[in-house]
């Protein structure tokens, strides 16, 4: 069965830093691109951070803040969450999927299989 396992959530001040992991178990083979989503309430869900045979995709928000790795000897992936601000508040989704473009990895329609999402929430 398919799992992902996130954790690292919490409240911080702004400017703080949190490092998100997400333990993944059990991905179907193929399943080569990894990422993160947040959602805040009453948005959509908008990709973060992805990544697909090392290389990585960054929204323009978080850009020069936060950073994505991968480990796959302990089959986890990280995001490294620097100089938060109020407005990355949110739902933070683990999620990893086929690659299908670049132009395509922060597209969370392209994304199969999801965590349950840890909350990070940033003070003012």
């Known amino acids: 069965q398919v799992q992902l396992v996130e954790s690292g959530g919490g409240s911080v001040q702004t400017g703080g830093s949190l490092t998100l992991s997400c333990v993944v178990s059990?991905?179907?083979?193929?399943?080569?691109?990894m990422g993160w989503f947040r959602q805040a309430p009453g948005k959509e869900r908008e990709g973060v951070a992805t990544?697909?045979?090392?290389?990585?995709y960054y929204a323009d928000s978080v850009k020069g803040r936060f950073t994505i790795s991968q480990d796959n000897a302990e089959n986890t992936v990280y995001l490294q969450m620097d100089s938060l601000k109020p407005e990355d508040t949110a739902m933070y989704y683990c999620?990893?999927?086929?690659?299908?473009?670049?132009?395509?990895?922060?597209?969370?329609?392209?994304?199969?299989?999801w965590g349950q999402g840890t909350q990070v929430t940033v003070a003012v």
């Open positions: 999620a990893a999927g086929y690659y299908v473009s670049r132009w395509l990895m922060l597209s969370s329609r392209h994304y199969t299989y």
């Open positions: 990544i697909y045979t090392g290389s990585t």
């Open positions: 059990e991905l179907p083979y193929g399943v080569d691109s």
